[in-house]
């Protein structure tokens, strides 16, 4: 896509996605689009009832309140305290979903004539959770009779131990994972206690403190007055990222309506500020828009900010909040622009960073509050786990964001030797290490994440549909917003146009860091397609498929269709096949994804024998020459070193099918091949007696035997080992106790004019046709396709 680290996705080619026929039925008694009807279908909505619930909120059923375990104990808590104006110490949190489950409560409490305050931790000081040293003085300065947690609380053993002994009632709201015994507090409210399939399992923080709220108003004798609070809920499912189904995606979908509402006088001086018009406010625009400058607040200052702004009622000081928050969220931006700025010249002056399965960076002048944010970037330019840290004297922080397919949180957790602290989720996490331990936690990591399953199917793209670019239309996207709110759980729909071409791209935003194109199909049809973050990508060139999103913006109150750039390959040719006398060819070097042209195969003929080197071993897609049996069917997944590797694996399977793929191999520079082997050395000397063969390392990095023997002599000249090698090619390899010298330079001028050859000898393999490849079987006479014949 954009460069060769962007997102490493594909799709299946049109003529693959099945094609379902539409559910006539279902559109016809919902009075909607066969594409729309299909689009339920595929989440598995099948039934016109289930579908009005889950486009229309008044047609759904919300759960009872009284669902949530120890909801009653904890009604009856509060209930009591407001009645006797008991002080109440609500613990919230600093990120959106605290923040709005502090406003909420608080909002709530006051209203019903509570004694009320609220604390949020220090995310840089104190980070989540409820830490004994800031409870204890809270407790002393506030002599609270009652502590409500929200969005915390439910690992905080030892603070409500110490708030229990204190004499002060306990009840705890929160929703992160259960630990293996609860707090002893007087009431745990957490949809973790549930079953996984409940309605309440994917509330958030603040979604659990509206339960509670909702049944003190049944309570105090004031039902349907929570809804007024639902705006708040919105914010907080949204900007936590909350699986949209069932009781959430209810509460989202009546949430939405109330911000629309613009009743809450922060929300609206917010939203003057960031130029939006409350009443055609999306999830998009939360997510966007409004939960950054909340979130701006924690990260760089306090986010009893957010929470002041949520509940503030004097328009006058709204609107003072607001420019804040606006202040403190242009301020994250720059200092977001600085961090990857600074985080990717790291890695040009380093390229080798990049052939660690994780991406792992550290600066002692990054601000700890916006790693997870450019961590998150840096995971999907360059496809891999990113760990980045701010490193202050012997200590280095920071944050942990996984990329499809990988639980960052267990393989950061199976390093816990390297590690002060640690914690978070398979997407996320955040960690605390000595700084000399960096090193040792990068390679460790790369090989955790490496021993994980990563199953091709997870890394493709899911298309919904394939549309000709001509019925893209503002009628068609409002046919799909009936399926909003999108989110977890609810993705927008992604749809695909095919063999289209690129008119223009021009540059959008005041740091011009985002595209528009125009695009045009084979018919002449033409739209224009946002591309975010584009600004360094790489254009399509020739024709393209793009995968992209729609939906309907307002620009002055007027719809407007927008079309959003998911993805884009290369309009795939159809394989081309070729009948040699004794084998049949099936060549798929030009498919744009290696990968998924792999996956295509290996369902077609999964008993085939794949040839891959140069992969670390569970990384690797296939077998190296060595390990070849014979086959019916091989596929030659990486491009040979040379034309006798090539004979050799022919003879090794004696196939009557062959497919070419020729991917390169993941070490194709000099001194990717050399950092390898010389890791690979180390290995064999520490833990294999120094004992291998040249075969065994010449298929790990992908290179003739002989060029590795060329970068043992080179490695012997610099005093960094011994080796011998008998006639079999067996190896005895010892560490030199020399110190290290400069090396021979005319040795590794050969090894890099090896490594050369080599390459031009892919390049020739990539480009020329089957015929010339596989010569033998025509009795012909090839050339050697070295650097003057390659060209």
Known sequence: MSNDYTKLISWEPSASI????????????????????????????????????????????????????????????????????????????????????????VTALRGLGATVDYYIPSRLEESHGVHLPALAQQISQQSPALLLTCDTGISAHGAIDYAKKGGLSVIITDHHDLPDSLPVADAVLNPKRLPPAHPFAALPGVGVAYKLVEALFDATQRPGEGTALTDLVA??????????????????????????????????????????????????????????RLNAAGRLDDARLGVDLLTATDPEQAQMLALTL?????????????????????IEQDPALLEWRALVLASTTWHAGLLGIVANRLAEQYARPVVLLTITGDTARGSARSFTGYDISAAIAAQADLLHTFGGH????????????????????SDALAAQPTPLADKRLPIDAVIPLRDVTLDLAHDIERLAPFGEGNPRPILVSERLMLDSATYLGREEAHRQLTVRDEEGTRQKV????????????????????????T?????????????????????????????????????????QALADIQREHPQAIIWAEGYRRAESPGLPLSLLQPGETLIIFTTPNSPQALSDALRAVAP???????????????????RRLIELLKFVITHEGGTTTVHVLAEAVAQPPETVRLALRYLHSCGLLTWREDSAGNLALTAAADSPTAGDRALLSAFQAHVD???????????????????????????????????
Do not use: M
Request: hydrophobic fraction near 45%; glycine fraction near 6%.
């Open 18 to 105: 099945p094609r379902q026929p539409a559910p006539t039925d279902l559109a016809r008694a919902l009075g909607v689009s066969p594409l729309v009807a299909s689009l339920l279908a595929a989440r598995g909505i099948t039934t016109p009832d289930a579908a009005r619930a889950f486009l229309d909120p008044q047609h759904y059923r919300p759960t009872p309140s009284e669902a949530l375990p120890d909801l009653g104990a904890a009604t009856a808590l509060l209930h009591e305290a407001v009645r006797r104006r008991q002080p109440i110490l609500v613990w919230g949190d600093f990120d959106v979903d605290g923040q709005t489950a502090t406003a909420l409560l």
């Open 235 to 292: 914010l907080g499912i949204v900007a936590d990222v909350a699986a949209l189904r069932d009781d959430t995606r209810y509460l989202l979908q009546v949430g939405l309506a109330q911000l629309r509402q613009a009743k809450r006088a922060g929300l609206a001086a917010l939203c003057e500020i960031a130029q939006l018009d409350p009443g055609y406010l999306t999830e998009t625009d939360i997510a966007f828009q409004i939960a950054p």
């Open 326 to 346: 606006e202040g403190l969220n242009n301020q994250r931006r720059l200092f977001e622009r600085q961090i990857l700025a600074a985080a990717q010249a790291q």
């Open 426 to 445: 398979p997407g996320a996490a955040g960690l605390s290490l000595p700084a000399d331990h960096i090193p040792a936690f990068r390679r460790r990591l």
């Open 530 to 553: 946002l591309w975010w973050n584009s600004a360094s990508a790489t254009l399509p060139s020739g024709l393209f498929d793009l995968a992209f999103q729609v939906q309907v913006s």
């Open 555 to 595: 620009y002055r109150g007027e719809p407007e269709l927008r079309l959003t750039l998911v993805d884009y390959q290369p309009s795939p040719s159809a394989p081309v096949i070729v009948q040699t006398p004794t084998r049949l060819v099936v060549d798929r070097r030009q498919f744009p994804h290696p990968a």
């Open 656 to 674: 009557g099918r062959i497919v070419l793929i020729g991917a390169d191999p993941p070490l194709v520079t000099r001194d990717a091949v050399l």
């Open 757 to 791: 050859e080599t390459a031009a000898y892919r390049a020739y393999f990539r480009r020329a046709a089957p015929e010339q490849l596989l010569a033998e079987e025509f009795h012909e006479e090839v050339p050697n396709p070295g650097p003057d014949n390659a060209r």
